[in-house]
């Protein structure tokens, strides 16, 4: 019992962690919904997302050889310039990666090109209705969620009860959803109040794509000119965002500094 114990401890801690990328991207998302249906829509999305994530991992339980094995359809060499060999999970990787990257681009070329600031949240063209705003929240967490179920079932494979196993990854979501519900809102709160922050968390968004990107390719056995992609480490992640938040947070700083300075001449 102890060590079901120990085992769900590590496995909500896990996806805990995991779970700040997609966090930061709720936040960043709900914003694009009507003022009156952002509370809404970020609780929605974080609860049919949990019912969908337990669903997943009782699928990935059952079928995790299909994602695992490569497609013939997709497997092909091109002589030493281009070789790849894709499978469910690479492609799932890749398409979350490659959507992840492209919002963050999108909002920071929006961000530099905007003329007035007063009116931003009142764009049409930025505007989504509250579904599509859960869809995108759903099927984005989906996406998330996906490595860190596989890593928990890595952590449970040594649980020769397959029940007791499936019950402790379940309770584990179920945990780590109820945390980032409970935090969605503050988040948000502190990004609308703080909106230069929000220049930190979409350059966060962009490593996560390239790092999603990295790995899909990886898991896709993608060789250049017999070069194979290497993905990103979570070790440098971590460090490279460690880095990015204290950069920000010095410069805002000194950026005030210099501001009463200014105003004293």
Not at 35 to 40: A, C, H, I, V
Not at 111 to 119: A, L, V
Request: charged content about 15%; some cysteine; aromatic content about 12%.
């Amino acid at each position: 019992m102890l060590e079901y114990v120990f085992t769900l401890l590590m496995l909500v801690l896990l996806q805990a962690v995991l779970g700040f990328d997609n966090l930061l991207y709720i936040s960043l998302e709900s914003k694009k919904a009507p003022l009156e249906d952002q509370k809404r829509v970020r609780k929605n999305g974080i609860l049919i997302a949990i019912v969908l994530r337990v669903v997943l991992l009782f699928v990935l339980v059952s079928v995790i050889g299909y994602f695992q094995e490569p497609f013939s359809f997709l497997t092909a060499k091109f002589g030493e310039k281009l070789e790849f060999a894709f499978n469910g999970h690479s492609l799932i990787v890749l398409f979350g990666g490659g959507f992840i990257l492209y919002t963050a681009l999108k909002e920071i070329w929006h961000m530099i090109s905007i003329q007035d600031f007063t009116k931003n949240n009142e764009d049409p063209k930025r505007m989504k209705t509250a579904g599509a705003v859960i869809t995108s929240i759903v099927i984005m967490n989906l996406v998330f969620s996906f490595d860190s179920i596989l890593a928990a079932i890595g952590l449970t494979s040594e649980i020769e009860n397959s029940i007791i196993a499936f019950i402790i990854m379940a309770i584990a979501i179920v945990c780590s959803g109820l945390l980032m519900l409970f935090l969605a809102d503050r988040i948000s709160v502190f990004l609308a109040k703080n909106r230069m922050y929000e220049v930190l968390g979409l350059f966060i968004l962009f490593i996560v794509g390239i790092m999603l990107i990295t790995e899909g390719g990886h898991l896709a056995h993608i060789k250049i000119f017999k070069n194979e992609i290497v993905p990103m480490s979570k070790t440098t992640f971590y460090f490279v965002i460690a880095i990015l938040v204290i950069v920000d947070v010095v410069q805002s700083r000194y950026q005030k500094k210099l501001l009463k300075e200014n105003n004293k001449l």
